[in-house]
C-alpha cells in the first residue's frame, strides 16, 4: 500500500508542476520530474521526458536497458545500465521505473553511482540522472561513441509477483541549454519470474527414478556367462 501511495503522490506532484509552470522551466539538466518513462505508473506513452523539452523530436539514436534479466529471482539484486546514443547530439540524462502490468512499482530501486545517479526527489520509485551526471556525459560524450551511461541496482521483490517491466527514458540533448531541439527516445524490457529450483523431495524422486532407470537398463543387458 505505502509503494501505491508514493506513486500516487509523485504524479500528483508532476501533474502540478506541469501545470504551474511552462515547459522550459521544467526541463532540469539536474534531474527531470518524476513520471517521464512513458509507463503505466508516469500516465502512459505520451509522458516523457518530452513533455517538459517542448519541441523536441525522435532522432537517429536510442536507448536501451542493458543486463536487464530475462527472468528474475526473487530478492536477486541485478546492476542495469541506461544507454542513451544519438551521433547528432552532446549529451544526454535518463529516467527509469520498473513496475507491474498494473503500473505500481515494484522491487527496490538504489543508486549505485550517486556522482551521476540519484533516486527522484519527489518520488524515489524513479531513478535519473544528476546535474553532474550529464555534465559528465557531454564531457565524454565524443570519446564514449556519442553515447552516455549510467548504472543502476534493482532488488527483485522478495517474492514471485509475475511478470515485471523496466521502463526507461533518454533524452539525447544538443547542449545548448535550452528545452527545445533534443531526442526523447523510451523503451522497455518485461522479464518473468524464474522458475523454481526444485525442492530437495523433488531432486530425490528425480534420482530414485534415474536410479531404477540406469539399474533395469544393465540388468536388461547383462547376459550370464556360458561354460566353454
Excluded at 161 to 186: E, K, L, M, Q, R
Aim: hydrophobic residues 40%.
Amino acid at each position: 500500500m505505502r509503494i501505491s501511495t508514493v506513486r500516487i503522490h509523485g504524479s500528483v506532484l508532476a501533474l502540478v508542476a506541469l501545470v504551474g509552470f511552462p515547459a522550459s522551466v521544467l526541463a532540469s539538466r539536474s534531474g527531470p520530474i518524476p513520471g517521464v518513462t512513458g509507463s503505466p505508473a508516469s500516465g502512459g506513452p505520451a509522458n516523457t521526458c518530452a513533455v517538459c523539452h517542448a519541441g523536441s523530436g525522435g532522432g537517429s539514436g536510442s536507448v536501451q536497458i542493458l543486463s536487464a534479466p530475462a527472468a528474475y529471482a526473487p530478492g536477486t539484486d541485478y546492476l542495469l545500465t541506461v544507454k542513451i546514443t544519438d551521433p547528432t547530439q552532446a549529451a544526454a540524462g535518463f529516467q527509469l521505473s520498473v513496475e507491474d502490468p498494473a503500473g505500481v512499482h515494484v522491487g527496490t530501486l538504489a543508486v549505485v553511482d550517486a556522482v551521476n545517479t540519484q533516486l527522484n526527489g519527489l518520488d524515489p520509485n524513479f531513478i535519473n540522472h544528476t546535474l553532474t551526471g550529464v555534465n559528465n556525459s557531454a564531457t565524454n560524450w565524443v570519446a564514449n561513441g556519442s553515447s552516455a551511461s549510467y548504472q543502476i541496482k534493482w532488488t527483485a521483490p522478495a517474492t514471485d509477483i509475475g511478470p515485471v517491466t523496466f521502463w526507461a527514458a533518454g533524452n539525447a540533448v544538443n547542449n545548448t541549454g535550452a528545452s527545445n531541439g533534443d531526442h526523447v527516445y523510451t523503451t522497455n524490457v518485461t522479464a518473468s519470474a524464474a522458475e523454481p529450483i526444485p525442492t530437495v523431495s523433488e531432486w530425490g524422486a528425480l534420482a530414485l527414478a534415474m536410479s531404477l532407470l540406469t539399474a533395469g537398463t544393465i540388468l536388461v543387458g547383462r547376459r550370464t556367462p556360458r561354460a566353454c
